[in-house]
């Protein structure tokens, strides 16, 4: 792809601690789930919630729940055997707080998240020949309300839970680049891609990504959500972890990720 040569890099983006804030909506719905199915005898803090996040493996929340569901029966003694928890229910009842309970209309957390960038920041990208596209774990709908009824955008590319494999598997940002038009099969002069996260997963992905296909250029970007900004130490050790699965930079805040910053790190 000849148009390939004048393009600096793409950029891809989580959505989840990157362009929403979600400690108090999906984070919130979390804690309640496991709270609720253990009967009330555990509910997980944030810093119980990023331990979890910090294995790399539980990007999913509805799957993370259940995991903390059976941490903590495992704890009084029984065995994941011996525990009865349907998946259904928990993303049933998951759902019922992160979206609400009315089947036409938003209204659960989903409504209060505040937002960590601002269109005019991506017409910024798109100003400088940069494509941009989204890969994240949240639902279709999810991501959908965020980025067109909150930010305006419209039809952006997007991979969402129902179009790929979870987190680290990189399959789905193969394809959020395939439908930015920029087919990774043509690796001859093909920019610099830089997927931006806020978890261990999303580094991982970079890191997979690049296993898969080394004749491209990954570029893992951390950012860090903004309940661990509450404290230096806690700061501090969530940038050692995004650094520790790859990240190259780690930025307090997407917009940070400037056209400027995108020149240096390629």
């Known amino acids: 792809m000849n148009q390939q040569t004048s393009i600096p890099a793409i950029v891809v983006f989580d959505i989840d601690g990157v362009v929403r804030d979600v400690s108090g909506s999906y984070r919130r719905a979390l804690a309640d789930t496991v709270e609720h199915f253990t009967l009330q005898g555990y509910r997980p803090t944030p810093d119980d919630i990023d331990c979890l996040k910090s294995e790399g493996v539980w990007n999913n929340d509805w799957e993370g729940s259940q995991e903390l569901i059976y941490r903590y029966f495992e704890t009084q003694g029984q065995s994941r055997e011996q525990v009865i928890v349907d998946y259904n229910s928990i993303v049933a009842f998951f759902q019922s707080r992160y979206r609400g309970t009315d089947a036409n209309n938003l209204t659960g957390y989903i409504c209060d998240e505040p937002l960590l960038l601002k269109s005019s920041y991506l017409n910024q990208l798109t100003e400088a020949g940069i494509p941009w596209g989204f890969f994240s774990g949240a639902t279709r709908a999810s991501a959908t309300y965020v980025l067109q009824q909150r930010l305006g955008l419209q039809s952006p590319v997007l991979i969402a839970m129902e179009d790929a494999p979870g987190k680290p598997d990189p399959t789905g940002l193969f394809s959020t680049l395939e439908s930015l038009d920029m087919g990774i099969d043509d690796a001859d002069n093909f920019p610099p891609v830089i997927y931006v996260g806020d978890t261990v997963a999303d580094m991982f992905t970079v890191q997979k990504a690049q296993d898969i296909r080394p004749n491209l250029t990954w570029i893992g970007v951390g950012v860090l959500p903004p ?37 240096e790190l390629i």
């Open 227 to 263: 309940h661990v900004q509450e404290t230096v130490q806690k700061r501090d050790a969530y940038v050692e972890s995004l650094k520790k699965a790859g990240a190259k930079i780690v930025l307090s805040n997407v917009q940070e990720l400037t056209t400027d910053t995108i020149q």
